[in-house]
């Protein structure tokens, strides 16, 4: 399995905006879709934003489309979330995530099977 390090988290005004970074390693990065998740205390784990495995199409909850974009770099063995005007509601710890399901693009938890460690996003008002 490919093993997955989130960076760029922080304590960020509302407004601002932030860059999170996965890194992975031990697999061929370009063979797994990579999801972004996020869970905020007491509540469940939430799908945010999916990309192909060619960085050609992508995906959003209703709740980011429009602030937040995901890209990749396969030559770089990297995902990235960039966070546009953010909102207090964004304030939780974001998961990057792989799977090689052999569909083009997945929001569903059950479907990855390689998790990061998380990263602290805090949206203060």
């Known amino acids: 399995q490919v093993q997955l390090v989130e960076s760029g988290g922080g304590l960020v005004q509302a407004g601002g905006s932030l860059r999170l970074s996965c890194a992975a390693s031990?697999?061929?990065?370009?063979?797994?879709?990579m999801d972004w998740f996020r869970q905020a205390p007491g509540k469940e784990r939430e799908f945010v934003a999916a990309?192909?495995?060619?960085?050609?199409?992508?995906y959003y909850a209703d709740s980011v489309k429009g602030r937040f974009t995901i890209s990749r770099d396969n030559a770089k063995n990297t995902v990235y979330l960039q966070m546009n005007s953010l909102k207090p509601e964004d304030t939780a710890v974001y998961y990057c995530a792989a799977t090689s399901v052999p569909y083009g693009i997945s929001r569903s938890v059950k479907d990855f099977h390689s998790w990061g460690q998380g990263t602290q996003v805090t949206v203060s008002s």
């Open positions: 031990g697999r061929t990065f370009s063979n797994y879709l």
């Open positions: 990309i192909n495995r060619s960085g050609g199409s992508t």
